[in-house]
């Protein structure tokens, strides 16, 4: 419908529209003698004659507009309140594609309009916040040591200052030595807060899901608790999986605005213990690539690509017996089961962890104080599992399990990854196959085309035993976090953690062409 109104909600019927101007009405305040704030489609609309004359504003802080208008999509606004007869509107601002700044508005209102202005900023704050929960409480987990030792220097810069903006309350903690995290997330008040965010690599949110699933009431923690992060490390997958970004401004905005969204997490059990992983587990060429190459620190993200280079061209072979309890086998069927997800337009509030979040005495009368689920499939020292067969694969090259797309910025390995579908992805590559071809492939995860290549062997499955063979010492990474060269098995737990995403069902990857 063609308007000439710039004002008007292209998203309101045309039923409402024929009642008569109310609902534009309603929509738009008049603030001040020559300005006016309207709801649009999906943003703040900001009429102000001021702006024309260069008085207002701060040029290269607003998305978008012409000479005396200004738009502020839903999703940057913060929060907005009445200061006695002032309206105050706090928003994120865009300072350039990867850095936001909190900003306010402010204009007067007339006494009288009041009641009116009241009901317009509860309308604000709805479009603006959907089903996200407001004003979240978080308990914040720096690691001064992450990466290369900035964390602290963003969190005062890029995280505090929005998270305030938001009305968030906060409770900030600097991680004084290595498994903190967990004896934090053990031992907190998991009424007290919505998230543990964590700013860091994703070595502390993998301490922060240990913590919870170390609790006696492990089951009703990780459900109510969002994990979130803001990427500080040297390794930032999580973040770049559920807020869809490796800047830590845009990452804190993605938590503000975040809808809590069950997380499959797996059970590893490795000699007498038993962790959590939320991320990925390595053997071979990817975990030696990082874990073998802390000698070359000095490179950057660069040290990765070259250990990984290195052991490609040498044909690097890590043997191994391999027992996997596959639950799609082919291509085909994995692609329409992700593209399933995708269409599922379900609204998050019938999505499990979306209630336990807002329902703090739901969660707390039902009276479910179990610890982690019971194993399946028991543990690596049982018997190997009904119906599961170890097979030799001699020539592994790469044995790769992962829970979420991103395994860093840029590298969707696992394209087909969903958070909740209780599947891990696995990815099992020949170690002797060409170099040509070995090439090829690693190109082709950064064109999108690793999914289909033919020599990419690819299952969801729900459970693994791997024991290395030939090798005196070796290199096992969950995580990204190096554990004993020894066997492991894992099984999946269908949405038992909890992080925060803009859907609340998908990761922010593209998915598979
Ligand atoms: N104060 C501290 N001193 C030393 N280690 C710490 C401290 N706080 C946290 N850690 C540990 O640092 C490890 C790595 O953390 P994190 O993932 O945040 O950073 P990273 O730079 O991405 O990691 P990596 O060193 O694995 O590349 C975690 O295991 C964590 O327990």
Redesign the pocket.
């Known amino acids: 419908m063609a308007t000439d109104n710039p004002f008007r909600d292209p998203a309101t019927s045309s039923d409402e529209l024929g009642r008569d101007n109310s609902v534009t009405m309603d929509s738009t305040l008049a603030v001040g003698r020559d300005a006016s704030l309207s709801l649009g489609t999906d943003s703040l609309v900001v009429l102000d004659e001021a702006f024309e004359n260069g008085g207002i504003g701060c040029c290269g802080l607003w998305p978008s507009g012409t000479a005396n208008t200004r738009s502020v999509p839903f999703y940057n606004i913060l929060w907005a309140e009445l200061q006695g007869d002032v309206l105050s509107i706090d928003y994120a601002a865009s300072l350039s594609k990867t850095t936001v700044r909190p900003a306010t508005l402010k204009y007067p209102v007339e006494k009288p309009d009041l009641d009116r202005v009241n009901k317009w900023l509860g309308k604000l704050l709805d479009r603006s916040y959907g089903e996200a929960q407001r004003r979240k409480r978080a308990k914040i987990l720096v ?5 290369k030792g900035s964390a602290e220097k963003w969190y005062r810069r890029d995280v505090e200052p929005l998270l305030k903006a938001a009305r968030c309350s906060i409770d900030m903690v ?8 967990v004896e934090i997330a053990e031992k907190m008040d998991i009424d007290a807060f919505d998230t543990v965010v ?1 700013c ?5 949110p993998h ?1 922060v899901f240990n913590g919870l699933g170390k609790r006696a009431d492990a089951k009703k923690a990780l459900s109510k608790m969002a994990v979130s992060h803001i990427p ?5 997958a999580m973040s770049c999986n559920v807020n869809g970004t490796n800047s830590a401004s845009l990452a804190t905005l993605a938590i503000i605005k975040g809808i809590p969204t069950p997380l499959d997490l797996i059970s590893i059990t490795q000699g007498e213990t038993r962790t959590l992983s939320f991320l990925s587990q390595s053997v071979g060429i990817v975990a030696e690539s990082d874990l073998a190459t802390e000698n070359l620190r000095w490179m950057g993200s660069a040290r990765f690509t070259y250990g990984f280079l290195v052991r490609l061209l040498g044909r690097t072979v890590y043997p191994c017996d391999l027992a996997v309890k596959v639950a799609i086998e082919d291509k085909p069927s994995i692609k329409e089961h992700y593209g399933k997800e995708q269409d599922n337009d379900e609204p998050a509030s019938e999505r499990r962890g979306y209630k336990t979040l807002l329902d703090d005495d739901a969660s707390a009368s039902s009276g479910n104080e179990d610890g982690l689920p019971a194993l399946r499939y028991g543990t690596v020292n049982d018997k190997l599992p009904e119906g599961w067969e170890l097979i030799p694969y001699d020539k592994m090259g790469n044995f790769y399990c992962g829970n979420m797309a991103y395994m860093a910025a840029d590298t969707n390995f696992f394209q087909c990854a969903l958070p909740n579908d209780g599947y891990m992805d696995l990815v099992c590559i020949n170690g002797d196959i060409s170099r040509l071809a070995a090439i090829q492939m690693m190109l082709a995860v950064e064109n999108g085309k690793f999914f289909d290549n033919p020599l990419v062997s690819y299952r969801k499955i729900l459970g693994y035993r791997i024991i290395p063979k030939n090798q005196k010492d070796g290199y096992i990474s969950i995580d ?2 190096r554990v004993p060269f020894q066997p492991f098995q894992a099984e999946v737990h269908k949405g038992l953690g909890t992080v925060l995403s803009r859907t609340g069902h998908m990761y922010a990857a593209p998915g598979p062409l």
């Open positions: 690691n001064p040591y992450s990466g600097k991680t004084r030595y290595r498994g903190e995290a964590a860091s690599g994703d070595g502390l301490e500080c490390g040297s390794g930032n990204g976090e």
